[in-house]
């Protein structure tokens, strides 16, 4: 089965405590369980994996860089702000598909920029926990 590395950023870790009006009352286990099964149907390999450190983040893109590893990335707050996550996001070998719990353009004014975007495969925002199983289907179906 081909690996997917499925990262989340910071304060992604306390969904289902975290304002549940925007993000829901799933927990990150809830998330990891549907990008499993979700993996599994798809004949993909995926690991979960929740940092609210921003080295840790870059160091695991750069691993998966490194192994041609296809991502799914919910970069959180360092969407906005990260250009050194950005910079790492660019050494990319394998699609990296943005994705967000909520519609980053539907909220405050600071989150309607990501400097991401412009170097990921593309990016999926605002279907809830599914924005996961459709970045999911979408690696599924690019070339590696």
């Not at 990262?7 to 992604?12: E, F, M, S, T």
């Not at 306390?14 to 004949?43: F, K, N, S, W």
């Not at 004014?109 to 170097?119: I, L, N, Q």
Request: net charge negative; aromatic share 6%; with cysteine.
């Amino acid at each position: 089965m081909r690996p997917v590395l499925v990262l989340n950023g910071p304060n992604l870790g306390r969904l289902g405590i975290r304002e549940p009006d925007v993000y829901g009352a799933q927990t990150l286990e809830d998330l990891a369980a549907l990008c499993r099964e979700t993996g599994r149907e798809l004949g993909l390999s995926v690991e979960v994996r929740q940092t609210d450190d921003e080295a840790e983040l870059i160091g695991w893109i750069h691993e998966a860089a490194d192994g041609k590893i296809p991502v799914v990335l919910n970069p959180a707050a360092f969407t906005h702000y990260s250009y050194a996550l950005r910079d790492a996001i660019a050494q990319r070998t394998a699609p990296l598909v943005e994705v967000h719990i909520s519609n980053p353009n539907a909220r405050e004014e600071f989150r309607h920029t990501s400097v991401v975007a412009a170097v990921a495969t593309g990016t999926i925002a605002g279907f809830g926990m599914r924005s996961y199983v459709l970045a999911l289907h979408a690696i599924a179906e690019l070339p590696s």
